[in-house]
C-alpha cells in the first residue's frame, strides 16, 4: 500500500527526496519543534555542541573505548529523540588524531 504525506510547497522547494517526507519523520520534527519551544527543555543541533561529527563505522574499534577521554554518541545513546549520557562511551585522543573519518 502506497504511503502518502501532504506537505507545503514551500517544503517541497527545499528537499525533492520523498523518503524525508516519510510521515513517521514528518512527525518527529513536529515533535522536535513542540519541545524546542518548551522552556524546560533545551534543544540544540549537534554541530552546536559537537567539534566533529561523524557517521558510519570508522576505524576506532572497540578495545579503544574508555570511560573517560573524547566522548562520542552511539545509535544506542539514542533514545525518543534524545541523547541518553549514562553509557556514553570515550576514546582516547591518539585514536582520533589517527582516524580516517
Not at 527545499?14 to 515533535?31: I, N, T
Request: glycine letters at 4%; aromatic letters at 8%.
Amino acid at each position: 500500500m502506497p504511503i502518502i504525506s501532504e506537505v507545503t510547497f514551500s517544503k517541497i522547494v527545499s528537499r525533492m527526496d520523498a523518503e524525508y517526507f516519510h510521515p513517521s519523520y514528518l512527525k518527529m520534527e513536529k515533535m522536535l519543534e513542540q519541545t524546542s519551544n518548551n522552556p524546560n527543555f533545551n534543544v540544540v543541533m549537534l554541530r552546536n555542541i559537537s567539534s566533529r561529527i561523524r557517521k558510519g563505522i570508522f576505524s576506532i574499534l572497540k578495545t579503544e573505548y574508555r570511560d573517560q577521554g573524547i566522548p562520542f554518541i552511539r545509535v544506542s545513546n539514542i533514545r525518543k529523540l534524545m541523547i541518553d549520557g549514562e553509557d556514553l562511551t570515550g576514546s582516547v585522543k591518539s585514536a582520533w588524531d589517527s582516524c580516517p573519518c
